[in-house]
């Protein structure tokens, strides 16, 4: 049986996947609505900017439609309202979410950081990378901005001891690895070196169940009523005895 473990510091955050990407379309103001209300406590989305330096919540580096231009290539008076950006965001779906970017523009970091400042929600933006070297310097340009490094941890240089030491070195608040790749030692171990632990990719309510009950700190899924429902059952007094799967 495996036991159950709680997050660091209150309830996990349920992270709408892109929005609620598995019942909307993904990364539109429409999509971020509904996942907060369905219950989702924050936003997994991406980050890019425009040629006029306004950060966007966008995965794809190009414009839809037939004649398809770079977003890096264009103001944004070009792109028109359904492409959200993070001031967008705040003004119309509030600020009181934790919003995880993938940072997919370096440029676009200090604008999002100011945006948030300014929204007075810096403390629950969180910037995540695959690189370390970027994370070290968005430290140096701010104490609060929350940092997250993706990363595969079940198979990482070196093992996660020594990776967990590094984040807390560089100050970089949490890690964020595939769920399959979560288990209950693992997440215990960053836990003792008081980093958070992310896993997205729960798809099914079952997933989330087994991600929250070994104590992660976030989980990000497509369709945030099954987080809700996830947290639900976790939270039974009478909730069955638990088997890893």
């Not at 231009?69 to 965001?89: N, P, Q, T």
Request: hydrophobic share 40%.
């Amino acid at each position: 049986m495996i036991p159950r473990q709680e997050p660091l510091d209150g309830p996990a955050i349920l992270f709408g996947d892109r929005g609620a990407s598995g019942l909307s379309a993904e990364n539109t103001l429409e999509g971020f609505q509904l996942a907060l209300r369905l219950g989702a406590t924050g936003i997994e989305t991406d980050l890019l900017s425009t040629a006029d330096g306004v950060p966007l919540l966008r995965r794809s580096p190009k414009t839809s439609g037939f004649r398809k231009k770079w977003i890096a290539d264009s103001d944004r008076a070009s792109l028109g309202d359904s492409v959200v950006s993070l001031e967008d965001f705040y003004v119309h779906a509030g600020t009181e979410a934790h919003v995880l970017v993938h940072v997919g523009a370096v440029g676009a970091v200090e604008a999002a950081v100011q945006t948030a400042t300014r929204f007075r929600a810096l403390e629950r933006l969180w910037l995540a990378s695959s690189d370390l070297d970027d994370l070290a310097a968005w430290r140096q340009r701010s104490s609060l901005v929350r940092l997250v490094h993706e990363a595969p941890i079940a198979t990482i240089d070196g093992g996660a001891e020594r990776h967990a030491a590094t984040l807390r070195s560089l100050k970089i608040d949490a890690v964020l690895a595939p769920r399959t790749h979560w288990n209950g030692g693992r997440t215990a171990l960053y836990h003792r070196f008081r980093r958070r632990c992310f896993g997205n990719e729960a798809v099914h309510e079952r997933m989330a169940v087994t991600l929250l009950h070994i104590g992660l700190d976030g989980v990000s899924s497509g369709y945030p009523d099954r987080l809700v429902d996830a947290v639900n059952e976790v939270s039974r007094p009478d909730a069955p005895e638990f088997r890893e799967q």
